[in-house]
């Protein structure tokens, strides 16, 4: 599984570093980094949660 990132959608919410925070940190001025952008199986619902819950819906999957 790969993180996918449209910077042009994400706005800073934040929602996907509560859903998952060892995954997306949030910097205060709004900016994403992806701290495991092929994080490990154990925490695929963790990363399902905040694809499905960034209002933006600025973040997908790719299966490898």
Do not use: N, W
């Not at 790969?2 to 800073?12: A, H, P, S």
């Not at 060892?22 to 490990?40: A, C, H, N």
């Not at 619902?45 to 973040?59: D, E, G, I, S």
């Amino acid at each position: 599984m790969r993180i996918v990132v449209d910077r042009d959608l994400c706005q800073g919410h934040a929602a996907c570093e509560g859903e998952a925070p060892t995954v997306f940190s949030v910097s205060k001025k709004g900016e994403l980094t992806v701290l495991q952008p092929e994080p490990p199986e154990e925490l695929r619902a963790q990363v399902l949660m905040a694809v499905k819950y960034c209002p933006t819906h600025a973040l997908s999957i790719e299966e490898d």
